[in-house]
Nanobody
Framework: QVQLVESGGGLVQAGGSLRLSCAAS????????MGWFRQAPGKEREFVAA????????YYTDSVRGRFIISRDNAKNTVSLQMNSLKPEDTAVYYC?????????????????WGQGTQVTVSS
């Protein structure tokens, strides 16, 4: 079992930055691929970024590549999403998720475990 608790959401002006964090509890955290998703009102859930269990490989959707950075600290059981150069279209509820398989997160756009979500609002 993995329990996820998110923090760091808020209101920021376009061009600004936010850092989201997700704290995990449970055994063998490093065995899990971790991902970030977002969902805006009236839109489908969208994959944002993922990171392998060791932290050695990262994956991003095209719209955030070069602006967002995903990282993890397995000693602290945390995963973070540094969001830079934020745009109004980044406004959404952001969720962290965990799964044993990269394919599940990146392609199937789901995961076995989910956080509660945190609101990110970017004003123009």
């Amino acid at each position: 079992q993995v329990q996820l608790v998110e923090s760091g959401g808020g209101l920021v002006q376009a061009g600004g930055s936010l850092r989201l964090s997700c704290a995990a509890s449970g055994r063998t955290f490093s065995n899990y691929v971790m991902g970030w998703f977002r969902q805006a009102p009236g839109k489908e859930r969208e994959f944002v970024a993922a990171i392998s269990g060791s932290g050695g490989s990262t994956y991003y959707t095209d719209s955030v590549r070069g602006r967002f950075i995903i990282s993890r600290d397995n000693a602290k059981n945390t995963v973070s999403l540094q969001m830079n150069s934020l745009k109004p279209e980044d406004t959404a509820v952001y969720y962290c998720a965990a799964d044993r398989r990269l394919h599940t997160i990146v392609v199937e756009t789901t995961g076995d475990y989910w956080g509660q979500g945190t609101q990110v609002t970017v004003s123009s």
